[in-house]
């Protein structure tokens, strides 16, 4: 039986073999799964020459959202070892030019500029919605794509016209996140809602959405709070929320406030559920709130059980090479994983190896061989106008029980045996 580090070998061989065999002018059929070749094939992989193609990667890699931002960066970066180790792009190496924004603004800027005297190609990144939203034009003034893996208010993918954006995202933006949860919490019978937004970028578009959402089912949140990031004390807010008779407390925060709530909640004996975006997966929240964050939901695109074999060989090979037992922020790892591969695959498809920024974006935008990956797999993740590779129909909600994250519907555990596909 092959290993699962081989496995993992083998299954990237195999997909950017069949995408060489695609740029020379053949295809596979449609929906087929790709074939295991034999285990010899992977000992032999192209000859790499001194060439190489530099992509662009900047995030949160210290710093107050560096429990992502670090996660999503090991996660690009499996992903490239995967594909240098089997010849690269056409015989070229793959070269990360890293980039830390620290989860600031005017860094994040100031970065974002050096990756362009850099002449990337592309770039993989960005954590924190306002970090992102202040560098976008720096992408799009200079034709580089920029494909978003983590950051997920719904203004960044909107800032363009479609057609002529350069902004991608493999996340799943809050637009879609916060109906998603707002169903689930109607369902249980929770309407009243008192909504907690921090004044980021982040909490500002969230807020809208949510509320947003909200309207959409003919209610308005009973209470809403906004505080800056920092803060460590929300009782007076939380007293408030429970006074205008909340039954649910809709936190939209990236950091430790999310935990600040938990456990203003538990002081208070004020037991409601607390539910959000994908940050009540974050440490800080699970850590930071202890027994206080049990119970609290969130919208999720993958959840880090073994739930069938790409997710399995993703999981362990991540835990071999970074040497973990978990990882942190599953998502963020595995979203920076499929952003490469969905960016070499279409690569595959610049038929006259010229790749200038309007030929890779044309590319990301049109119909390359199906990557079966691992939050999804995409049959055509972008065109020309629409930038988004998540749909809601591939969101799940996630539950924390005993300081983890799991399946909040059973249903939803069998339907993860299925890797869901774009609609």
Known sequence: ???????MGVRALTGLAAAF??????????????????????????????????????????????????????????????NNAVGGYLGRRLELVRRDDQADPAVGLKASQELMTQKVSATIGFCNTG???????????????????CATGTPLTAKYPDPESYIFRTSARDAIQAPFVVDDILARGWDKVAVFADTTGYGEAGLRD????????KIKPVYVARFGLGV???????????????????????????AVI????????????????WTLSFPFFIDGAGQASDGALMAQTFIAEPSNERRSSFLTSYARKFKVRKIPVPMAAAQGYDAVYILVYSLFGIRDGKLTGPAIKAALESKNRT???????????????DKDAITQNMLVMGIVKNGAVTF???????????VQRKQ
């Open 1 to 7: 039986m092959l290993s699962v580090s081989t496995i």
């Open 21 to 82: 065999v695609m740029a020379l002018g053949f295809a596979q059929p449609a929906g087929a799964q790709p074939a295991l070749q034999p285990a010899a094939s992977a000992a032999t992989p192209p000859q790499i020459t001194g060439n190489t193609l530099k992509i662009g990667v900047i995030g949160p890699f210290t710093g107050p959202s560096a429990d992502f931002g670090v996660p999503m960066l090991n996660g690009i970066q499996q992903a490239v070892d995967e």
């Open 131 to 149: 970090v992102a939203a202040r560098s976008l034009e720096v992408y799009q003034t200079h034709q580089v794509p920029l494909i978003i893996p």
């Open 210 to 217: 949510v509320e947003k959402a909200l309207a959409a089912k």
């Open 232 to 258: 460590k004390d929300l009782s007076t807010e939380l007293s408030a929320a429970k006074a205008a008779g909340a039954n649910v407390v809709f936190s939209y925060t990236v950091g430790q406030e999310n």
């Open 262 to 277: 938990a456990l203003g909640r538990q002081a208070m004996d004020w037991k409601v559920p607390q539910v959000g975006a």
């Open 371 to 385: 990557y079966y990956g691992v939050v999804a797999t995409y049959d055509q993740p972008f065109t020309a106008q």
């Open 408 to 418: 909040a519907h059973a249903e939803d555990a069998k339907r993860n045996l299925f």
